[in-house]
């Protein structure tokens, strides 16, 4: 497949002293749906926006669509490329089929053209029946959908995405999640940005793990948790952890199989069943255990692994 965003050594520093982006290499192939995974601050936005033109970078080579990030915003194929802040992108006091009106005319898109393109996203990303509502009465989850779709509006060759689904209740992330499934089918390139694990588990087929400025892990998905965790892990939450539960555990498993989340204890190894048997065994142990489970490895235990810390803080 041709690559359509190839970074090659970018940095992006603020201040003279603050590393937002510290030696960032990616590419990017046309039609992959990559999810940027890590903990606010990790750089997932500055690494988005130089993706899209919108920064340069203090140092650092990338081509994005044929051009160089310098050129992007000067040349036509800024057409074909669409980002979507976290922040909603709507005129508020517009309504829904004003505002992607507004979006099209400012892509030149011809008359009639627009008027097409306009109605079939109304209908198939289920907005027709909004249409003439002012979008700053739309619910929350609708809002962000406008701002999708209002991305949409250009038929982009790459999406890009920032924290789609983040401040949203259950039902309306739910509903934006149908949405970005249903953008998946289109065979366009799509990156996500995200601090929520599920999300990016259930929307991409490659997940980069970001922290602190620069890229950790970069695979998929299930290929990070057979390397890094394995499928599953032993689950251990304790009423408290000192010293002598720490020294008791490292006469059960091995410290770098271990990773701390808060009074949690995640165990990876290959026989989780006599570990978890073990500490059973060892009451002085086993008295100071709330619950002890083995369960399906996630993309925040690979985070954890890695890092020693959650994506949440």
Not at 76 to 86: A, G, H, I, N, T
Not at 171 to 197: D, F, P, Q
Not at 234 to 240: A, D, G, K, P, S
Request: charged share 30%; hydrophobic share 40%.
């Amino acid at each position: 497949m041709e690559v359509v965003i190839s970074l090659k050594n970018i940095s992006e520093i603020y201040d003279n002293k603050i590393r937002a982006l510290d030696n960032v290499s990616l590419e990017v192939k046309a039609g992959e749906t990559i999810g940027l995974l890590g903990p606010n601050g990790a750089g997932k936005t500055t690494l988005m926006r130089i993706i899209a033109g919108q920064l340069q970078p203090s140092s650092g080579e990338g081509i994005v669509l044929g051009k160089n990030l310098r050129e992007l915003l000067r040349s036509e194929e800024r057409f074909k490329l669409s980002y979507v802040p976290q922040e909603n992108i709507f005129w508020p006091n517009l309504s829904v089929e004003e505002n992607l009106w507004m979006m099209g005319a400012m892509y030149k898109i011809p008359k009639r053209e627009l008027r097409d393109r306009i109605k079939k996203l109304l209908e198939e990303y289920e907005l027709w029946e909004v249409r003439k509502r002012l979008a700053r009465k739309l619910s929350g989850g609708m809002q962000k959908r406008l701002s999708i779709v209002m991305g949409l509006i250009n038929d982009p060759e790459i999406l890009i995405l920032d924290e789609p689904t983040t401040g949203l209740d259950p039902a309306m992330r739910a509903s934006v999640i149908g949405l970005l499934e249903k953008l998946n089918s289109l065979g366009k390139t799509i990156l996500i940005s995200s601090h929520i694990v599920e999300d990016i588990e259930r929307l991409c087929e490659r997940v980069v793990i970001m922290d602190r400025g620069r890229i950790i892990a970069d695979a998929p998905p299930m290929e990070l948790k057979i390397k890094i965790t394995g499928r599953e892990v032993l689950e251990v939450l304790f009423n408290e952890i000192d010293k002598e539960v720490l020294e008791k555990l490292g006469r059960i498993a091995e410290e770098r199989d271990m990773a701390r989340a808060g009074y949690k204890i995640i165990i990876k190894g290959d026989d989780l069943i006599a570990l978890s048997n073990e500490i059973r065994n060892d009451k002085a142990l086993y008295e100071n255990v709330i619950t002890l489970s083995i369960r399906k490895s996630t993309l925040e235990d690979v985070f954890l692994f890695l890092t020693g810390r959650l994506i949440g803080g």
